[in-house]
Every structure is written in structure tokens, then in C-alpha cells.
């Protein structure tokens, strides 16, 4: 019990929306277009880009052959007359919103209205990297045939604080996406 109380201990936690508005006010979390009325009790409301891509002739995906999932088509999505979504099929979608942190491990996840639809927002890898910078791939599937438009708020960041020392912030192959980037499991 005399080395607990020596240490100064911090404990991992969910930051409240008064703790994320403190934090983009300092710099510690950038978002784009930053809108107090998107804060949340404990999390940031969202808004997706105004493309959708898909992969092409898949027949199956072998994941030791890149060439096999490497044909992708990019849609816009119309203003007025929106997107289909159709069941069966993977939606990769650009939120519409550059985020970065290097001092915060960014969650994201749909909004619990939206999963009351059908439409799940993020398949994989809801947890971000630290210091990962750029926009978000939302990996889309829907239930039920779903018509999206542009700058639709259908998913949410929370900000969790890392336990122990940010020893390596991301810099991976994501970093600085500017759209929807399609699987490089094999990129270097």
C-alpha cells in the first residue's frame, strides 16, 4: 500500500462533453467545423461525407491476393435525391469531418437511432489510433433497403484517455486520408 500511495496514479475514462469542448478549446482534439450544439453527455455527434464506395467484381476475397478486393467505385451522393443502401453490401463512407488527437484514443460507433434502423455504421476498428489524423472509413451495412444523404449525423466519437505513457502515435498506412479508403491489408 506505501508504493500506491507514492505514485501519483490516472486511471483510463470516457471524457463528458464538457471535458471534449474543454479539450477542443485547448487544441487537444481538433475537429473540423466544430459545433458545441454536435456535444453529447459523454461524446461528439458526427456527420458523413457525401460519397460511397464499393468494392467491384468480388467473387470471393482471397486475403493473400490484394488484387482480389483492389477494384473499388466511387458514387457520389446526391444533394436532393440521396444514396440507396442495399442490403447485402459493404458501403465504405467518409465521414464528413477531419479529426485528429495525439493525446486521446478516439471510439467511434453509430448513433443509437441509427442502429434502431438497421444500419450499422462501423463493422471494424471503431477504436482510432493515437495521434491518427485525417478522416474517418465507415464501413456501412444496412438491413433494410436505407436512402442517405450528404452531412448526415448517423455516428458518434468518444474520447477515451490511454492508462500509461503515449510512448508511439500512429503513422500508419490511414494517416491523412482525405476520403473513403478501401482495405491495404498488404500496403507497406
Known sequence: ??????????CGGILT??????????????????????????????YCGDTVTIYRDLSIIDLKDPHTYEKTQTFKIDEDAGFILRPGTLYLIPSGVHMETAKFEPL??????????????????GFGDIGFSGVWTLQVKVTYPTRIYPRMSI?????LTPYGKIAQLYHGKYQGSTGAVPSKLYAD
Open 1 to 10: 500500500m506505501g508504493l500506491f500511495n507514492r505514485e501519483k496514479r490516472t
Open 17 to 46: 462533453g464538457h471535458e471534449i469542448a474543454r479539450q477542443v478549446s485547448l487544441g487537444n482534439i481538433k475537429l473540423e467545423n466544430y459545433d458545441p450544439a454536435n456535444l453529447n453527455p459523454n461524446s461528439y455527434n458526427l
Open 108 to 125: 467511434i460507433t453509430g448513433r443509437s437511432s441509427i442502429g434502431r434502423l438497421g444500419i450499422a455504421v462501423h463493422q471494424e476498428a
Open 155 to 159: 455516428f458518434q466519437v468518444y474520447f
